[in-house]
């Protein structure tokens, strides 16, 4: 049952998120709530809109109450001008907690998708599914909910106390009727292979795998609770490649040189092994931080890109990590223009989000 | 039991009458709870309003606490940024909402459904304990009772507005409205509405010389004096100049003049007009927290410890009392604080300790151990909640001792340990600083000084500085929805520490800064 106020709550999240009203991005902080989950004190982020208005400028300070030596730290607190400040405990070590993954789901799915997905193969149904497994409090009496109906009605006699044990008369009033009401079910069941391929040359350093890692992860359980039958496969490169599995891609440790051309290939050469383009929908993750091992490479690269790969895939994404000067593998595969093929930036972890929706974006 | 039957026939939401009372459609159980706290409540000496309870369950409970304790308001994205911020805090069991009550005539009240029988019965003694509250204490005198109907009066209007010029125009401007929505003259008993005529006597006032009964011209010299002849004039004089002047004094209530005399569509004028009432409504509620809470708490304890409580309740009502008023530290509670100073002065006024002789007396153990036996306490507790304000309550009543056994203390923040810490318990200190976060709701005092700054139209605002900077970037941002509201270039006059005085601007061409000096 949405409330009225879920509208509003609706248009603040589209705020938030950028969606509209972009004049009042600048005003929303991510402020937290601070909670406690067991002995450990969480903080929860929300996010804040707070509109200018005029306030006195600096830490105001101000009263509290409780036992301290002047000079006792209170807490960090919060950095306006108004009014009280201070909220934190003293000393404890903070456990940041992550918005639950069905939240981030939510923010990202109403963003994201795998684009051009296509029904392929045997099994595909179009769309969702509808089934009439909900409930609604109106609605046509052809569609009343008979059971319900007389569980609302009893529990309301229950409760104002005009239930009569001995002579039970249940009557349903207008306020009692439940209807049955529609769910949509969703259903992508089309067949998709997603390649994830990771450059683990000795350039590659900690910071850098561990931006890749979590650009990664994202977009595999996202992806993974959006798409019922995703099948995922691992590559890591450095002079060669060699296929590996979920564990040992996050956790692999960086060595040798890199030629990026070989993760093309193997890549190819699974596909064609494995997964024919007609019955299956193939997408890539390629992340690297561009030093490929020299000019002749890369354009071996863009030849395997440009006739192998990009004819047979969906989409081939690459991310670029902290790339030193020089030339990059992604101006190499600049030269190439292709809607399925999409490059992103990866400085720091806030850009991770904005990569995600770069490669998976439904265009806003 | 036969007239409850006849009462709840089994049509929820409609009120019947019986036996000459309204019966609400609460459960049986809540139903015999009220009217046992009423009576309690009006035992102790409560005088209220009728009060009207409801029970909702958690979500629909955040809805009305995020609309302000009213069922609906008009629809914009800060009831949504509240709304969210309590489901959370809800759904990671941070905070629990109690009850809503609001300031109307019925009053309502809303009970959280999954509470026990033990909960409500505290909820409800703290709830007559406000419904008390708002009909007795003066700041609350010319409040709109009738604010259910107003506000959703109020929503109606911002909605047609929406369909007549679209969400995010409107959104707009309610927004701008918001950014000043603070500045109104809150000493104004209740809402002013100037008169659009001028007085009528056309006759320049002139000097009045006294005339007593028999007037003798020789005692002329005397009775009116050159010197009192020449101040009246002055005094003439300086009124004249002064309503030359565009308003002719600061006013504070600066919603009230852009009302007046911005450049306002009807619909903007429209929705200011309801941003401010809104604004005036919810004033004194902002400026009596402490003593709402405080009075309100005091209620609730005397009432169940005395007369409500069932033995078997004691432990979890102990335990549901001590979490309203605990108290972090950092942070003051205004539960706690404005009991603590109701028992402190129902104690103080039994035992006389107050007046002169009280306040003359040095000797610590004296004063500790006065007790004139006069047992006005009670009467005094009820007087006080009605004539003060958080502000007179703190002033008058929060004494070295008090603070001492509260163990107060004042923090500011360090900048180079990033950090806040106790900076005193020096008592004049406390005191000080409390009051400062009480005056103007803790924002600083802005006033319309021109109307029609250097002949242009623009508006001149001017800062009553006084020690402490305003935040130039907010305020310059602030501006900057003036500058919507007016239509012409506006301005702010302040004081910056170690720049001296400044003046901030927006126009057509952006923002500026002039230095004063």
């Not at chain 1, 019922?228 to 564990?247: F, G, P, W």
């Not at chain 2, 610590?364 to 507790?381: I, T």
Request: charge should be negative; hydrophobic fraction near 35%; include cysteine.
């Amino acid at each position: 049952m949405a409330l009225p106020i879920e509208r509003d709550s609706q248009r603040f999240r589209q705020i938030v998120h950028g969606h509209v009203r972009r004049n009042l991005r600048k005003y929303i902080a991510d402020s937290e709530l601070i909670g406690q989950q067991g002995k450990r004190v969480v903080s929860i982020p929300i996010p804040e809109i707070e509109l200018p208005h005029f306030r006195f400028g600096g830490r105001v300070g101000g009263v509290g109450q409780g036992a301290g030596e002047i000079g006792t730290p209170i807490g960090r607190g919060e950095p306006s001008g108004d009014g009280n400040a201070a909220g934190d405990q003293p000393g404890l070590h903070i456990l940041e907690v992550e918005i639950t993954l069905e939240e981030l789901a939510r923010i990202l799915g109403e963003e994201l998708e795998l684009p051009r997905i296509e029904p392929k193969g045997k099994k595909n149904v179009d769309g969702s599914i509808t089934r009439y497994t909900g409930i609604r409090n109106v609605g046509p009496e052809s569609l009343r909910h008979f059971r319900r109906t007389y569980r609302q009605a009893l529990k309301r006699q229950l409760a104002s106390g005009t239930y009569d044990s001995a002579r039970p008369m249940i009557i349903p009033v207008r306020e009692d009727k439940r209807y049955r009401s529609w769910k949509e079910y969703p259903r992508p069941h089309n067949n998709a292979v997603v390649f994830y391929l990771m450059d683990v040359s000795g350039s590659m350093t900690q910071r850098k795998k561990e931006l890749v890692r979590q650009t990664a992860f994202w977009i595999d359980t996202w992806l993974r609770a959006n798409y019922r039958h995703l099948t995922s496969r691992y590559i890591v490169h450095d002079a060669a490649a060699k296929e590996v599995d979920q564990h040992t891609f996050y956790h692999l440790r960086e060595s040798g040189g890199t030629r990026i051309s070989s993760a093309y290939e193997l890549t190819h050469q699974i596909v064609n092994e494995e997964y024919d383009p007609v019955d299956w929908n193939l997408y890539a993750f390629h992340f690297s931080d561009g030093e490929n091992l020299g000019h002749e490479d890369n354009q071996r690269c863009l030849k395997l890109v440009q006739e192998d790969l990009l004819p047979k895939f969906n989409l081939l994404c690459y991310g670029q990590v902290l790339g030193t000067a020089g030339h990059l593998f992604i101006d190499t595969l600049g030269e190439i223009h292709d809607d399925k093929l999409v490059m992103a930036s990866l400085k720091d972890s806030d850009d991770i989000l904005n990569a995600i929706k770069a490669f998976l974006g439904k265009g806003y | 039991m036969s007239d409850r039957q006849a009462a709840n026939d089994g049509k929820p939401g409609v009120l019947k009458v019986v036996e000459g009372k309204v019966m609400q459609n609460l459960p049986t159980e809540l139903c015999e709870l009220q009217e046992a706290i009423g009576n309690y409540a009006r035992e102790f000496g409560l005088d209220f309003p009728e009060v009207r309870f409801e029970v909702l369950d958690y979500r629909l409970l955040n809805q009305v606490a995020a609309y302000d304790g009213f069922p609906t308001r008009y629809p914009h994205w800060r009831f949504g940024m509240e709304f969210e911020r309590l489901a959370k805090s809800y759904a990671y069991g941070l905070h629990r909402i109690y009850e809503v009550v609001i300031n109307t005539d019925p009053c309502y009240a809303y009970l959280l459904a999954s509470n026990k029988s033990l909960d409500q019965k505290l909820v409800m003694a703290h709830v007559y304990g406000h419904a008390d509250f708002f009909k007795n204490n003066l700041w609350f005198a010319h409040t709109n009772r009738k604010m259910l109907d107003e506000m959703a009066n109020h929503a109606t209007r911002v909605r047609r507005h929406i369909n007549r010029q679209g969400l995010e125009k409107v959104e707009e401007f309610i927004d701008a409205c918001l950014t000043v929505d603070n500045l109104i003259d809150i000493h104004a008993a209740g809402v002013r509405r100037r008169s659009n005529s001028p007085p009528q006597d056309a006759r320049p006032p002139s000097v009045r010389k006294l005339q007593p009964n028999q007037h003798k011209e020789y005692m002329d010299a005397f009775i009116n004096p050159p010197e009192y002849l020449a101040e009246q004039k002055r005094k003439l004089d300086l009124d004249e100049e002064r309503q030359k002047n565009f308003p002719p004094d600061p006013e504070r209530d600066v919603l009230l003049f852009l009302l007046e005399h911005a450049p306002l569509e009807n619909w903007q004028h429209d929705i200011l007009d309801i941003v401010r009432e809104e604004a005036y409504y919810f004033a004194p509620q902002r400026q009596t927290k402490i003593m709402n809470e405080g009075w309100a708490s005091f209620v609730h304890t005397h009432i169940m410890t005395e007369r409500a409580l069932e033995p078997n309740e004691l432990i979890d009502y102990a335990a549901h009392h001590a979490g309203t008023v605990a108290t972090h530290a950092g942070h003051l509670n205004p539960y706690k604080l404005g009991l603590e100073l109701f028992r402190s002065i129902e104690d103080r006024w039994d035992r006389g300790a107050f007046g002169p002789d009280y306040e003359a007396c040095d000797d610590l153990v004296a004063r500790r151990d006065w007790d004139l036996q006069l047992g006005l306490g009670r009467e005094r507790v009820f007087e006080v909640r009605q004539i003060f304000n958080d502000i007179g309550f703190i002033d008058e009543f929060l004494t070295e001792e008090f603070a001492r056994d509260q163990a107060l203390f004042s923090f500011e923040y360090d900048a180079h340990a990033e950090q806040y810490k106790i900076a005193s318990r020096e008592f004049e200190e406390i005191k000080k600083k409390l009051l400062f976060h009480l005056t103007n709701f803790g924002r600083p005092i802005i006033e319309v000084i021109d109307g029609n700054f250097e002949n242009r139209g623009e508006l001149l605002l001017a800062h009553r500085y006084e020690g402490i900077d305003l935040d130039i970037p907010f305020a310059e941002a602030t501006l900057r929805n003036l500058y919507t509201l007016w239509g012409r270039p506006v301005h702010i006059e302040t004081e910056v520490k170690d720049k001296g005085r400044l003046r901030l601007s927006h126009g057509p061409d952006g923002g500026s800064q002039q230095n004063l000096e």
